[in-house]
């Protein structure tokens, strides 16, 4: 791992510590360009981690620390997911499938950070989820379930379809964790992150799958 400390960071809030890990992807055309916008105390962006396509992982933010990735947005009750989370960064433009290297070296930084702060995988979510509508990384081309099979996030199980209901169908997102939008906003987040290339309106699968996860993995 390669130390490159941001200036962009502060203390967490409140004596809050890390319960949530938000992924994001970087939407640049290269690492180091990313790495300079994280570095920049103009941007006042930055990230605890940022992953290179070669698998290289440079810390940028001290864990302990509040990193300014997320956001506005919120992940069930909290609301200042900044103070509670860490936040790492991928190297990739948004539209290409994530390389090898990279996937490889998340999955050896994810449970090093999820056994140090006893993160569960249900608290492992995408940017894209806590605000829906404004953002969408890390997208369409994310491997949710590669992680999945390794006990390192969760994903949306069902065996049969369900009626779709609207009102059902935002109870259950509440119940998940994703925060208050618009219904398509708020489906499109959904299906983002637990059924990839889904379109058109809500269907009796996407019932059937946010009915899972509300049942299994309720947000705190």
């Known amino acids: 791992m390669v130390q490159f400390p941001s200036p962009n960071f502060g203390p967490r809030r409140d004596g809050a510590v890390p319960d949530i890990i938000v992924l994001h992807y970087t939407a640049m055309a290269d690492c180091d360009a990313a790495q300079r916008v994280l570095c920049t105390p103009e941007r006042e962006v930055s990230a605890h981690y940022l992953i290179a396509p070669n698998g290289t992982v440079t810390q940028l933010v001290d864990e302990d620390q509040r990193a300014w990735h997320a956001g506005a947005g919120s992940w069930g009750s909290v609301t200042d997911v900044n103070s509670r989370s860490i936040g ?12 090898a290297p990279l996937m490889d070296a998340l999955e050896t ?3 090093e950070i999820m056994n140090r702060w006893s993160i569960p995988p ?3 979510i995408g940017h894209s989820d806590m605000a829906p509508g404004r953002k969408i990384d890390p997208g369409a081309r994310f491997d949710w379930t590669r992680l999945a099979r390794q006990g390192l996030a969760i994903r949306a199980q069902a ?21 208050t939008a618009d219904a398509d906003t708020r489906l499109s987040a ?10 058109g309106p809500l269907d009796a699968w996407d019932m059937a799958l946010a009915t899972d ?6 947000a705190t």
């Open 88 to 99: 790492i960064e991928m190297s990739n433009i948004g539209t290409a499938p994530f390389s």
């Open 122 to 124: 249900e608290r492992v």
């Open 159 to 179: 065996q049969a379809p369900i009626a779709a209901d609207q009102a059902r169908f935002d109870t259950a997102l509440t119940q998940i964790g994703y925060p």
């Open 213 to 218: 996860l509300a049942a299994r993995y309720p």
């Open 190 to 199: 959904f299906r983002l992150r637990h059924r990839q290339g889904a379109t």
């Open 109 to 111: 930084l994810l449970p």
